[in-house]
């Protein structure tokens, strides 16, 4: 079975904090996303990366930036945590093409 | 920019009972897939129909792909209490890279 995990389920931080959100998974996968999941407004991709140390913007990558030093690692980083930050992360990894995504369980962030 | 849009956002049914869910796209695809995901939890495959595919079968789920009207969608038959979840159809764009848009989901609660 595909395992991705996610370091934290839950996680609170100030406003201006730098917040490293991480991601592993253990099935090889080339690609790896980032979205973030508001109500209403479903799944949103903020980066994705289909290679080490390639990255790709998704649809809000402002105020985001990622890092994939090793393939099973993807991390996601807000430089200065902001309220507007406030959501629901969720990582998600393909072994290439347009093919079933595998989801970690998510991190709930909360920006005081 | 949203690709899927499910209908109806809510639904809500007896336990027995079918459920359809319906999800409307705007641009060519190669694929469209069906997720769910448990309260709080991060989304799970379902099941994937690509546009050459009008209807597939898993289980108690039928997916059906209207290409033509640029649709789809998910039939849960026989529901059950353990079926209460969101489901979220997800696009891949004809000529895109890699990357799945999804929609804003349907909210199914099955009362027992």
């Known amino acids: 079975d595909v395992k991705v995990t996610q370091s934290s389920r839950y996680l609170v931080k100030r406003t201006g904090e730098k917040v490293f959100l991480e991601c592993v998974q253990d099935?090889?996968?080339?690609?790896m996303f980032w979205y973030r999941q508001d109500p209403g407004l479903g799944l949103r991709l903020i980066y994705f990366?289909?290679?080490?140390?390639?990255?790709e913007k998704g649809d809000i990558p402002e105020g985001y930036s990622v890092s994939r030093e090793k393939k099973e690692r993807f991390s996601l980083i807000l430089e200065s945590a902001s309220t507007n930050q406030t959501s629901m992360y969720l990582c998600?990894?393909?072994?290439?093409?347009?093919?079933?995504?595998?989801f970690g369980p998510g991190t709930r962030l909360l920006v005081l | 920019s949203q690709q899927g849009e499910e209908d109806p956002q809510a639904l809500s049914i007896q336990e027995g009972e079918n459920a359809t869910m319906n999800c409307s796209y705007k641009?060519?695809?190669?694929?469209l897939q069906w997720y769910r995901q448990n309260s709080g939890r991060g989304l799970v495959h379902l099941i994937l129909?690509?546009?050459?595919?009008r209807e597939k079968h898993s289980g108690r789920l039928r997916v059906t792909l209207d290409t033509s009207k640029k649709s789809s969608s998910l039939l849960i038959t026989a529901s059950r209490a353990a079926d209460t979840a969101s489901y979220f159809c997800?696009?891949?764009?004809?000529?895109?890279?890699?990357?799945?848009?999804f929609g804003t989901g349907t909210k199914l609660q099955v009362i027992p």
């Open positions: 998600a990894s393909t072994p290439g093409g347009y093919e079933t995504q595998y």
């Open positions: 099935m090889d996968h080339e690609n």
């Open positions: 990366s289909y290679d080490v140390k390639m990255k």
């Open positions: 641009t060519s695809i190669n694929n």
């Open positions: 129909i690509r546009s050459n595919e």
């Open positions: 997800a696009t891949d764009e004809s000529g895109g890279y890699q990357k799945v848009t």
